[in-house]
């Protein structure tokens, strides 16, 4: 008998990492960890076994469904906001095709075990799409199923692979002879903006708060590409993180969505640039507002609403801005570029 295991797909990231070490405290000792790079050196001994790949290889992906059983797939490899933009047909293949590629396999999981294999899917704020910055300052805090018209090509993606996880969980091929089965049990965040404390990320356009943070913990002048008053939800990666279990090992008779908004706190570029002016009084920053880059953040809710996931799956995040600043933020960028 096959031992059984979870996958991860792009491991390597920020998130992949901090997935893999947190499973890793919680005793899962069978992760397949697939990334297109070697792991690092920080994550390569908690998994069973590490394969650099690609998700859009076809060949790769019938190994994988030959050689492993999977009770869960955590798919966090994507191509970013910032990046789609310059490469949306690339960012098609990668974010569509690659996620149909690793649906179909938890769905042939599915099928040869008898029972459902569990998919995670990081959706994003970017599904969003306001119109202009009238309309998001009136439309407030949003709820999950209102104004679904992204403008850029991931939000599109993103928002099609929604679609795609939830017709495959409950209504794949529905007219075919044979009586359905749930085969994947589908569960999506959509995430916030994402601060760490240990990495700059790059391709996303919600990174003017981390690029501020590192910059001036790295004694670096910066220009902030968005306005003063420019706001999104954010939330610490952490958090982030552990969002991802807690929302995986929730009973599915709990879960009345497949999809859910999370957040933490959600200031304006200008708040948390004193926020940082604080911690580093001598913190050079300042504002250069790229009009493209900033058109897609005022596409986005200057904050979510999470009711379905506070009250579905206890979603409580540990940081609060201030919180997030004091214990984790400041301290970790201090670390390493002390």
Not at 37 to 62: P, Q, R, T, V
Not at 288 to 316: F, H, L
């Amino acid at each position: 008998m096959r031992k059984s295991t979870t996958l991860i797909t792009g491991a390597n990231g920020e998130m992949g990492r901090g997935l893999i070490t947190l499973l890793h405290e919680k005793k899962y000792n069978n992760i397949i960890a697939m990334d297109l790079n070697a792991l690092d050196n920080s994550i390569s001994a908690y998994c069973y076994e590490e394969i650099i790949g690609n998700i859009l290889d076809a060949d790769l992906i019938d190994q994988l469904h030959s050689e492993y059983e999977f009770d869960s797939i955590y798919h966090l490899a994507a191509l970013l906001s910032t990046q789609a933009e310059f490469s949306p047909r690339s960012a098609h293949d990668v974010n569509v095709g690659g996620t149909l590629n690793l649906l179909n396999l938890a769905l042939e999981q599915g099928r040869s075990q008898g029972k459902p294999v569990k998919f995670f899917f990081p959706s994003s704020i970017a599904v969003y799409g306001l119109k202009n910055r009238a309309e998001k300052q009136a439309a407030g805090i949003i709820s999950e199923d209102r104004f679904l018209g992204p403008v850029t090509m991931y939000g599109c993606n993103k928002l099609y692979c929604e679609h795609l996880g939830t017709y495959y969980s409950q209504h794949y091929q529905r007219l075919g002879a044979e009586e359905h089965h749930c085969y994947i049990d589908f569960r999506s965040i959509r995430f916030p903006g994402i601060i760490s404390s240990k990495t700059v990320p790059t391709g996303g356009t919600s990174d003017y708060i981390p690029e501020m943070l590192h910059a001036a913990a790295r004694g670096e002048a910066y220009k902030c590409f968005v306005r003063e008053d420019a706001q999104i939800p954010f939330m610490t990666m952490p958090d982030a993180v552990c969002a991802i279990q807690d929302i995986i090992v929730a009973p599915m008779k709990n879960l009345n969505q497949t999809v859910y908004n999370i957040r933490a706190f959600a200031p304006t570029a200008e708040e948390f640039r004193q926020k940082i002016i604080e911690a580093f009084p001598q913190a050079r920053i300042d504002y250069d507002v790229n009009e493209k880059r900033q058109n897609m953040v005022d596409s986005w809710p200057a904050d979510t609403d999470d009711s379905a996931a506070r009250s579905d799956w206890n979603w409580n995040p540990q940081h609060d801005l201030k919180t997030g600043m004091k214990e984790y933020l400041i301290p970790g960028v201090k670390k390493i570029y002390s």
